[in-house]
């Protein structure tokens, strides 16, 4: 069965995208309830459009968003930065929207964030850096815009796109304002599919060798 929901039953065939329309925040927050402790299918949701989306990833995803995440981590130790990374984690403004990427970082934020045990963005600032894996769904970057996410990459069919928050709306970009002196675009999806290819272990040793 494509998706289940009962009265303490939420699940989603692995590689499967669904979209509720004419939704609002009330029926989004019953359906992580309904999701309990688990963290698949992924939920979001959008109150300009009433779109809540679920999307189920297949095994092929989470690799490749496992290896973006330890990726981004090197360039991180290169430059001697500390970070916070998270996922899954739930970004929520209530009740405009709410969005949970394959994986996220604290950065220049992170002194903000340590020691608690749930964020709360009417209070905490949003992650630094959002990474989206598009394998089987499309990001709907307009919640993000209304996370007010700083910076969020998505990554599709070996594509890296950039996109920059900018008086609200994010912008399409060559540049990483996180690491504006790589070339984020071009390396890491050659370095991300090396991995696919030849094994996590191999694309990274190189990738910190570089």
């Known amino acids: 069965m494509l998706i289940t929901i009962s009265e303490d039953t939420l699940t989603l065939s692995p590689g499967n995208t669904v979209i509720f329309r004419g939704q609002k925040w009330e029926d989004y927050e019953r359906l992580l309830n309904l999701r309990q402790e688990t963290s698949i299918p992924k939920l979001s949701f959008n109150l300009n459009n009433q779109e809540i989306r679920l999307m189920s990833p297949l095994p092929s ?31 929520k403004i209530p009740p405009l929207a709410g969005v949970e990427p394959d994986t996220c970082f604290y950065i220049n934020n992170r002194q903000t964030i340590l020691g608690k045990n749930k964020i709360d963005l009417t209070l905490d600032p949003p992650p630094d850096l959002a990474i989206e894996v598009d394998f089987t769904s499309i990001t709907d970057i307009s ?21 920059i928050l900018e008086d609200n709306k994010y912008q399409d970009s060559a540049k990483s304002r996180l690491f504006p002196d790589f070339d984020i675009k071009t390396i890491l999806p050659q ?13 990274l040793r190189q990738f910190r060798n570089l």
């Not at 989470?62 to 990726?71: A, E, F, Q, S």
């Not at 990374?85 to 739930?90: A, G, L, N």
């Not at 370095?191 to 694309?203: H, I, P, R, T």
Request: hydrophobic share 45%.
């Open 143 to 163: 919640a993000y815009e209304m996370i007010k996410v700083p910076e969020l990459w998505i990554y599709r069919q070996g594509v890296l796109n950039i996109y």
């Open 191 to 203: 370095y991300v599919e090396l991995g696919w290819n030849e094994g996590s272990s191999v694309a």
């Open 61 to 91: 995803h989470g690799k490749r968003i496992d290896l973006l995440r330890n990726l981004v981590r090197i360039l991180l130790e290169k430059k001697g930065l500390d970070w916070e990374c998270f996922d899954p984690i739930t970004l």
